[in-house]
């Protein structure tokens, strides 16, 4: 099963909104290179459940500030056109992440954002 594995809290000032949630829930943050701030919301087995994310500037200048979230997928290319054939999008080109894998931000039908991602081995 495909799981969401990965959100991202666009916003036009990640630094600003990393403090904010940093403050508001205690999530850890880390900078990483740019406007990349990683955001860690829980320890690993910890007792509880979720996913860690990011606040970032959003790669595609056309998306407001919002919420996408990630699906794991084992084959990018794969899904991208099952998006496509199902009457949703793809917005990106295929992004390559080093040392993690490759991104693709889509839209379903009703233009809801959402990025696929699959890892490296």
């Known amino acids: 099963m495909n799981r969401v594995v990965h959100f991202e809290l666009l916003s ?6 990393a403090s904010f949630y940093a ?3 205690g999530w850890k943050t880390v900078h990483g ?3 990349y701030y990683r955001l860690i919301t829980g320890e690993e087995g910890g007792g509880t459940r979720g996913i860690n994310g990011a606040a970032v500037r959003p790669m595609l200048p056309s998306l407001p500030a919002q919420t996408v979230n990630t699906i794991h997928v ?3 290319p794969a899904y991208a056109e099952k998006v496509r054939s199902r ?9 390559p992440l080093k ?3 490759r991104f693709q931000y ?3 039908p009703d233009g809801t954002p959402f990025g696929l991602i699959e890892y490296d081995d």
């Open 99 to 101: 040392g993690v894998g």
């Open 87 to 95: 009457g949703g999008r793809t917005l990106s080109d295929v992004i």
């Open 23 to 25: 403050d508001v829930f």
């Open 74 to 76: 084992k084959d990018l």
């Open 33 to 35: 290179e740019g406007d």
């Open 12 to 17: 036009r000032d990640p630094g600003a909104t």
């Open 106 to 108: 889509c839209a379903d």
